[in-house]
């Protein structure tokens, strides 16, 4: 197994910020809550906030999907639930990767049913050619092929979330 650098820090740090302004723009004047999806949305949604000048708030939502392996089991579970109600409030979920898009689309029909203002969805990374349940992802950072990604906040096997950069891992044995 090696470790492919895929996109590297100062790409990122552009993109969540340009993420930030359009989001800034478009949420003026009103009371927005980010909604980081855990684990693998912490690095990316840490970055995302500092860069929104609006007065926000950030509360959790924790899901169980995929243990350690690389396929989507396709059953969806709120581990972590928010601990505030969304009722009125203007809502963007943030996701690390919109794979199948089977856990945003379960997080919308759970989320729209409390109520929320608005509810919009942010991803870091999203692989168009493994769609199962199409999603609108409102605010995207990049599009990837079908390869497994690590780093920044997204992991394998609970390792590599540290790494600053976004990389693939190959079944190339390491030099
Ligand atoms: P989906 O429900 O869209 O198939 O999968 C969403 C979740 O699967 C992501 O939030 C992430 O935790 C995990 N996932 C999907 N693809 C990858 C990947 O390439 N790398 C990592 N580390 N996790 C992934």
Redesign the pocket.
Known sequence: MAIKPLIDASRIAQRVIELAHEITHDYLGKELVIVP?LK??YVFAADLVRHIDLDLSVDFLG?R??GDA?E?S?V?EISTDLSHPIEGKHVILV????????????LNQNLITRRPASLKLASL?H?PS?T?KTVEIDYLGFT?DD????GYG???AEK?RNLPYLAVITDEPSS
């Open positions: 999806v693998g949305s899901v999907s995929y690389q989507s396709g969806v996701e690390d990767i919109v794979d199948t898009g089977l856990t945003a689309s379960y990374l692989k493994r199962r990837v390869v497994f990604v690590v997204l992991d394998h590599f």
